[in-house]
């Protein structure tokens, strides 16, 4: 921090300013206030979460005071600590914690939906066939981490089948790695964009090519 700004934080401290408004005046996190407080010597008095605020809609209850993470999903930070769910809040502050290896399932999925009442609980497999069936499976362009479209597989596709390597054809897009784009033209991944089949023309052993 440097020190105009340390002693004019101090100065505003002093002078009563909240820490929602000096989270605002620096552009810092609510609970980062603190933080910085702390640092300095100053009294921090206890760390007090900013509140959960929602609408209803219909049954939901769609949050108004807390940004998706990085699951999608509403979350909130606690004396510094990693974000945690607040649906996961909400519904342990009704139900109870949640049972070691269990977790939770959504049955609006309205990511913004807060309400305990629309949870249920199973087990990871419970999560993955209620996903595979509802077709949310972060596949393709839906995987926030895709690097591929389906416009430059079938580019791929044709350079593979003019006689590039996995490696030229990575080397060429320049953001992928060759084992995306070998994954991507044998059909290990982008199945479903394709209707589920592999590519079977494009396929050729490494063995057989040494590429």
């Not at 004019?8 to 005046?25: N, R, T, V, W, Y």
């Not at 009294?43 to 959960?52: Q, R, S, V």
């Not at 044709?158 to 070998?182: K, N, P």
Request: charge should be positive; aromatic fraction near 10%; include cysteine.
């Amino acid at each position: 921090m440097l020190q105009e700004v340390k002693e004019e934080f101090i100065q505003d401290c002093k002078s009563g300013m909240g820490p929602g408004e000096l989270a605002i005046k620096y552009g810092i996190f609510y609970d980062t206030v603190y933080v910085w407080k702390k640092k300095l010597g100053l009294n921090t008095g206890p760390l007090k979460p900013k509140e959960i605020t929602w609408v209803v809609k219909g049954d939901c209850w769609v949050c108004t005071s807390h940004k998706p993470g990085s699951t999608g999903y509403p979350s909130m930070r606690i004396n510094g600590k990693q974000n945690l769910s607040i649906l996961k809040l909400k519904y342990e502050e009704k139900h109870g914690k949640i049972p070691k290896g269990k977790c939770m399932l959504h049955k609006c999925d309205n990511r913004k939906c807060i309400n305990p009442d629309h949870v249920m609980i199973g087990s990871k497999g419970d999560n993955c066939r209620d996903r595979h069936v509802k077709k949310r499976d972060c596949h393709g362009v839906k995987s926030p981490q895709h690097k591929l479209n389906k416009d430059r597989i079938l580019f791929a596709r044709e350079l593979r089948e003019s006689g590039w390597y996995y490696s030229e054809i990575a080397y060429f897009f320049g953001d992928v790695s060759v084992s995306t784009v070998t994954d991507a033209l044998t059909g290990r991944s982008w199945m479903q964009t394709f209707g589920g089949e592999k590519n079977r023309r494009c396929y050729k052993s490494r063995e057989a090519t040494g590429d």
